[in-house]
């Protein structure tokens, strides 16, 4: 299992709004940024937040992302077909050693 | 723009070897930190490894441990990652990707080479 835990699934309507959770603790989330990558079907990810709420060039103001103490969130609003994807979040953990883990990923359905 | 290209993947015995390439461009490769990320069938995503900009920091999965070597020629702007003894549970698209400057993100990602490990 992931170091970092999402929601397997989460869906909602056109239009609306969603947020996916990832979990960490304090050797990853607590004390490093979180990024959030979208992988749509049969593609590689593309990064789509950094920073933990900071968004790359092209990316839509309706993808946002905050953190709290050891935990994230990516929100998502005026939900659209083409968000219809895996996401993922993602940080560096430095417990033992130094290692990027990712969480086990989240399929929006957008119904 | 920038792009990884990824190559070297296919079909390989269990116990063999396989050594994977990424080609760098539209940026200073010199620069950046760069990653190996990989993907099991029907799977999330696995980071694998890490390298610096100049070598001279290397990071590994445990899972590859001992087994994975990852290195790169700045002079050819590529990437590499030798892999020996492979499993079966090696089996994934492996991708490289850019690591954001000061960021501790990967901004950019190849499209993926496909590695079976398969008797």
């Known amino acids: 299992q992931s170091v970092l835990t999402q929601p397997p699934s989460v869906s909602a309507a056109p239009g609306q709004k969603v947020t996916i959770s990832c979990s960490g603790s304090?050797?990853?989330?607590?004390?490093?940024?979180v990024s959030w990558y979208q992988q749509l079907p049969g593609t590689a990810p593309k990064l789509l937040i950094y920073?933990?709420?900071k968004r790359p060039s092209g990316i839509p103001d309706r993808f946002s992302g905050s953190k709290s103490g050891t935990s994230a969130t990516l929100g998502i609003t005026g939900l659209q077909t083409g968000d219809e994807a895996d996401y993922y979040c993602g940080t560096w953990d430095s417990s033992l050693s130094v290692y990027w883990v990712f969480g086990g990923g989240t399929k929006l359905t957008v119904l | 723009e920038v792009q990884l290209v990824e190559s070297g993947g296919g079909l390989v015995q269990p116990g063999g070897s396989l050594r994977l390439s990424c080609a760098a461009s539209g940026f200073t490769f010199s620069s950046y930190s760069m990653n190996w990320v990989r993907q099991a069938p029907g799977k999330g995503l696995e980071w694998v490894s890490y390298?610096?900009?100049?070598?001279?920091?290397?990071y590994y999965a445990d899972s590859v441990k001992g087994r994975f070597t990852i290195s790169r020629d700045n002079a050819k702007n590529s990437l590499y990652l030798q892999m020996n003894s492979l499993r079966d549970e090696d089996t994934a698209v492996y991708y490289c990707?850019?690591?954001?400057?000061?960021?501790?993100?990967?901004?950019?990602w190849g499209q993926g080479t496909l590695v079976t490990v398969s008797s």
């Open positions: 304090s050797s990853n989330i607590g004390n490093n940024y």
């Open positions: 390298i610096s900009s100049s070598s001279s920091t290397i």
């Open positions: 920073e933990n709420n």
């Open positions: 990707a850019r690591q954001g400057l000061g960021t501790g993100c990967s901004d950019y």
